[in-house]
């Protein structure tokens, strides 16, 4: 079966640092393009990174020069390093990638989610 997991969340105080990790599990041949989002107790789904298959990264204003989204393609592994986070940013996040199942097969898969807690 075809997934990605992640790991890495947790509790952390406030200007502390989380890594999170997913990883591609099953039958695949490599990961594409991926993401990570974030979805906060009563508000909607939004976007934190995105990572290239070649490495280009981009950011949301709100975690840029915080966050760093990072890859291993030959661990099919890509993660989200954390640094001086906020209680803002308190949410389950989620991992994002499209996934080379076959020739010319590709698909997108989410995570499971792992929820991150910054108290102040």
């Known amino acids: 079966q075809v997934q990605l997991v992640e790991s890495g969340g947790g509790l952390v105080q406030a200007g502390g640092s989380l890594r999170l990790s997913c990883a591609a599990s099953?039958?695949?041949?490599?990961?594409?393009?991926a993401g990570w989002y974030r979805q906060a107790p009563g508000k909607q789904r939004e976007p934190v990174a995105t990572?290239?298959?070649?490495?280009?990264?981009d950011y949301a204003d709100s975690v840029k020069g915080r966050f760093t989204a990072s890859r291993d393609n030959a661990k099919n592994t890509v993660y989200l390093q954390m640094n001086s986070l906020n209680p803002e940013d308190t949410a389950v996040y989620y991992c994002?990638?499209?996934?080379?199942?076959?020739?010319?097969?590709?698909?997108?898969?989410w995570g499971q989610g792992t929820q991150v807690t910054v108290s102040s």
């Open positions: 994002n990638a499209n996934l080379y199942v076959g020739y010319a097969d590709e698909r997108n898969y």
């Open positions: 990572i290239t298959r070649r490495g280009v990264t």
């Open positions: 099953g039958r695949i041949f490599s990961i594409g393009d």
